[in-house]
């Protein structure tokens, strides 16, 4: 599940000409491409995603949209070159939203081989689109598969009607077997994103949409735990006292339920949300995220983050289609990564990741904690005499407190 929130941090202003000053490692680290595609057909009311419906949109045109993409994507290979950031073909690009399917699968073939011609692509690199199951068929895939995809991931959330409809979810469950099958049979890995503690949903409910998501024999599976956003309609009904709000306890039983589930299916974690059928069905792309690989975001409110430097672009897609025509930055602001930062967010995000952060990246006196978390049956043992920071399944429902006491 990659998608941009509809809140942009605060930072620096970013330069008109959106030229970077590249760190000493440059072009060291593998660069992926992400493209937002920010339309939906109806808002969830759980969503806090940067998405418009049609009538939202004011301004702009949905249908232009993949020329707006095509342009900053052109955009983008001047600016990296001229700021002396060495070009790299892609390895991994990821089509997220909203419903980057809501846009007809050639527009999306047609985004993808602006990103080739421009960066070229790696042989073998992962290119995956989002899709709800009601937005994509038989033709729409096969386009897709033609055109360069290698990766459905499905929004299935629940396999039950009145959990569904608590998220405002509107696509029949009984779709998303039919749909998993039509990507298997053009030869594309697939993944199925489920969302649990839904306000009402019951253990034996969440239950119910882990066998309904086992038995489509995924490659990949994505389970999060329900956050209530403020300013969401999901977040009004619950400070009214209409939906009740998600119940932690029952949260972390739904956690320990997937991961058994799961790994009694032959799904292994590989970060703390996140199972697949082997390290080759791992989401790349959102690997690359949590190993601190560089990539160019593309779209409305999309982040980037290249050389040391990272930047969103401005929220709207009328005010993004004016910049990127007009040949200036969409960016809304920036900031430079200094050291610590780039410490902090390597513990933060590698230690949700299975075998990523090792002890020897860490602190003198964070490695004197690791001896403790291992008592506490929060990291395991065995992985850390290996010199790795690996979570137990406790560790994982308490993974913020293990990065706290890591980085304190």
Known sequence: MESMPSALPIADPAPRDGLITPGPDAGAVPFGVYVHVPFCRVRCGYCDFNTYTASELRGVRRD??????????????????????????????????????????????????????????????????????????????????????????YGMQSAVPHVLATLDRTHDPLRVPVVVDLAKQQGLDVSLDLIYSTPGESLADWRTSLDAAVACAPDHVSAYSLIVEDGTAMGRAVSRGELPAP????????????????????????????????????????????????????????????????????????????RVLDRVSPAAGRETLDAETRYVERVLLAARVRGELTTSELRQEARGRVAGLIARGLVDGSAAVRGRIDLTRTGRLLADAVVRELLD
């Open 64 to 153: 232009d949209y993949a020329g707006h993409a095509v342009r900053e994507i052109e955009w983008a290979a001047t600016v990296l070159d001229r700021s002396g950031v060495p070009r790299r073909p892609v390895s991994t690009v990821f089509f997220g939203g909203g419903t980057p399917t809501m846009l007809p699968a050639s527009d999306l073939v047609m985004i993808l081989r602006a990103i080739d011609d421009t960066w070229g692509i790696l042989p073998g690199a992962e290119i995956t689109t989002e899709a709800n199951p009601d937005s994509v068929d038989a033709e729409s895939i096969a386009t897709l598969q033609r055109g360069g995809f290698t990766r459905m991931s």
């Open 247 to 322: 119940d932690d306890d029952l949260a972390a039983d739904m956690y320990d339920l997937a991961d058994e589930v799961f790994g009694a299916a032959g799904y292994s974690w590989y970060e703390v949300s996140n199972w697949s059928r082997g390290p080759e069905h791992a989401s790349r792309h959102n690997l690359s995220y949590w190993k601190g690989h560089d990539w160019w975001g593309v779209g409305p409110g999309a982040h980037s983050s290249v050389a040391g430097t990272r930047w969103w672009n401005v929220k709207h897609p009328a005010p993004y289609a004016n």
